[in-house]
């Protein structure tokens, strides 16, 4: 092949993309919740090693081309959007005026609000820091995006506390320094319960995103389950406003199983919020999009979430890669990774009435039928060969995954 002039290049992506085929339509893709982060469209490539690639996208051409795309939500951090000088001046409820206009103008929603309390050089020894000042201001940054959510509508508020750690053994005491965060947290759902009344609006779900590891050696809160045990530590004034925003890949990263992270938290009636994205254990924040890396486990996940009627946002927390154009974010990355989402969740649907997989769990349910459950020999014989349905339903999960359950077979 000769090469690809420069001018000639979108051409050939473009016709590529659509020779793949299985795309849905924007129509299709608004009918499910799912959100669109500033930061992830924004993205530039750059990061602890890397350079910018590409340039910046403001919240105008965001929320324009997510509109176009399908992407029905909209969320963001706080300095994002805004400044960190101006935040909380006259600047930023102007900045918040030009986003709801770019919303209501674009037919998007704004789903969720966070705060960045991890890049700035003030969040370095983490917001609940030693420094009294340092946690006053740490407290009011929560505050104030509380007044910015419901400023643009929001029904979310997520809190991603990856400075609250540290790097070497002895600098804090962890103990106090979760009190410390409780005290913000519980800032946050005070104001929040202040300002719902007075707009007459529902207050926040306000959801605790743990991570394993980076950018701290150390993290306090790293798992769900860490986060589950914070929740109910008696810490927090008003845990029920409090819940969970799992991302996919922290629960890999460890070597955890994200559905069953998801499973403790459905059980806890506390999985309120969902990052999606894909990645491998034992590695760093790879933030790849839905589906690349492990197919078959998001579409366990799926059946999860399907099966138990979990009706949060999927946030489409993820990296586009470096090596993608910034127009290639847009007419890519983010339409392809929601197209996935939909392919993946609808196979779920379709696993959920298989009549194979139906008749083998209700089979297992059923058991052997040991005359008597207290004669384990009788009990092991009873179900020694029911016991086998477990791979045959993983074989019949994989067959779906590649359509070889409506006879797609590959000639040798």
């Known amino acids: 092949m000769n090469p690809i002039p420069a001018n000639r290049q979108q051409e050939l992506v473009a016709r590529l993309l659509a020779a793949c085929g299985g795309s849905y339509s924007p129509e299709s893709r608004r009918k499910y919740f799912i959100s669109g982060p500033q930061w992830a469209a ?47 001046k006259e600047e930023q409820w102007a900045i918040c005026e030009r986003i709801a206009k770019a919303l209501a103008d674009n ?37 104030n995006t509380v007044k910015i959510g419901h400023e643009l509508g929001a029904q979310f508020a997520v809190y991603w506390p990856g400075s609250l750690g540290y790097q070497v053994q002895g600098a804090i005491d962890e103990t106090q320094t979760l009190r410390w965060y409780a005290d913000g947290l519980n800032a946050a759902c005070e104001m929040d319960i202040e300002v719902a009344k007075h707009r007459g609006r529902p207050t926040l779900k306000h959801c605790l995103e743990a991570k394993p590891f980076e950018p701290q050696a150390e993290i306090l809160l790293p798992t769900s ?41 459905l059980l806890a009636g506390k999985l309120w919020h969902f990052d999606i994205n894909d990645g491998y254990r034992l590695k760093h924040d790879v933030d790849i999009a839905i589906g690349l890396v492990n197919p078959l486990d998001w579409l366990n996940v799926l059946v999860l979430l399907r099966s138990h009627g979990y009706n949060g946002p999927f946030n489409l927390d993820y990296k586009p890669p470096r090596t993608t154009s910034k127009w290639g974010v847009f007419t890519v990355s983010f339409p392809t990774a929601v197209d996935r989402f939909i392919t993946l969740w609808e196979m779920a649907g379709d696993l959920i009435s298989d009549p194979v997989i139906g008749e083998a769990v209700e089979a297992l349910k059923a058991g052997g039928g040991a005359a008597d459950a207290l004669d384990v020999d009788a009990v092991v014989a009873a179900n020694r060969e029911l016991l086998t349905l477990h791979e045959l339903i993983a074989h019949r999960i994989f067959q779906v995954l590649i359509g070889q359950h409506r006879g797609r077979t590959y000639a040798l």
């Not at 176009?68 to 994002?80: K, L, V």
């Not at 960045?116 to 201001?137: K, Q, W």
């Not at 389950?225 to 990263?253: Q, R, T, W």
Request: with cysteine.
């Open 42 to 88: 924004a993205y530039e490539g750059q990061a602890l090693f890397h350079a910018p690639t590409r340039e910046a996208a403001g919240f105008e051409e965001v929320i324009r081309k997510y509109a176009e795309i399908g992407i029905p939500y909209w969320a963001t951090h706080d300095t994002d959007v805004i400044p960190t000088a101006s935040l909380g």
């Open 107 to 143: 037919g998007l929603k704004c789903s969720m609000v966070t705060t960045e309390s991890f890049h700035h050089a003030v969040f370095a020894a983490s917001p609940a820091a030693e420094s009294p000042e340092i946690r006053d201001y740490a407290a009011w940054r929560l505050k």
């Open 225 to 265: 389950d860490a986060m589950l045990a914070f929740i109910h530590s008696g810490l927090l004034k008003h845990p029920e406003m409090v819940g969970l925003n799992p991302e996919y890949l922290h629960e890999l990263m460890w070597g955890g199983a994200p559905r069953a992270a998801l499973a403790r938290a």
